[in-house]
């Protein structure tokens, strides 16, 4: 991103950022810059997440309404978004929690992004299922027993799932980064999948 173009023909605001800030707007021409654009799918049922052979693709979080996204976004691009991190602060993160407002509260574990829970995950599962080599004779059935226990891994780390996920409003997203103090975790009345609310 740091190669954007500081003038560009259809978006004259593209490229802007705060100092010391990761986030940028960006028209999505500078940002794709000729590459591809792939979906993010959020919401998606159980078997549908477990279906997917690569991490990163899915979530069963539900999006919040746009309104609300671009509200954390733009919010997120005046005050920054916390120092980059591949496992526990990246672009995914960004991503996520602008669409779902939600974050992992054990800072020890995977993190939110699904590739990174992806990197730790397969080799996790290849190394918790050599014992069954001694008990599966075939490698075909190890190859599914490994594959099994790599999709189980990625569901579990998954932000839609996890029970140590809060939803945290934008204004207080530097208390949780540790930015500033701690937050007090207040049950959500509408929220019906048990999430807390930080305030």
């Known amino acids: 991103m740091s190669s954007i173009p500081s003038s560009c023909e259809t978006f004259p605001d593209c490229g802007f950022r705060q100092l010391d800030s ?19 799918e959020y919401g998606v049922p159980p078997t549908v997440f477990l279906a997917k052979v690569r991490g990163g ?15 954390r976004a733009m919010y997120l691009l005046q005050n920054g978004f ?3 991190d591949v496992f526990q602060n990246n672009c995914e993160d960004f991503a996520m929690y602008c669409k779902t407002g939600l974050l992992v509260m054990d800072r020890l574990g995977v993190g939110r992004s699904g590739q990174a ?15 069954l080599n001694l008990l599966i004779p075939s490698p075909v059935g190890v190859a599914t027993v490994t594959a099994g226990m790599f999709c189980m891994s990625r569901y579990a ?20 980064l540790s ?9 959500e009345d509408d929220d019906a999948s048990g999430a807390m609310i930080a305030r």
Request: net charge negative; proline share 7%.
């Open 22 to 40: 990761g986030v940028v707007l960006s028209c999505l021409d500078c940002f794709l810059k000729k590459g591809s654009l792939y979906c993010f």
């Open 57 to 71: 693709t899915c979530t069963t979080a539900a999006s919040d309404p746009p309104e609300t996204v671009i509200h």
């Open 82 to 84: 916390g120092n980059y």
């Open 117 to 131: 829970s992806t990197v730790i995950g397969a080799p996790l599962a290849a190394i918790l299922s050599s014992p």
């Open 157 to 176: 780390t998954d932000i839609g799932v996890r029970s140590d996920v809060i939803k945290v409003a934008v204004e207080d997203l530097a208390m949780k």
């Open 179 to 187: 930015w500033a103090g701690p937050l007090e975790e207040v049950p």
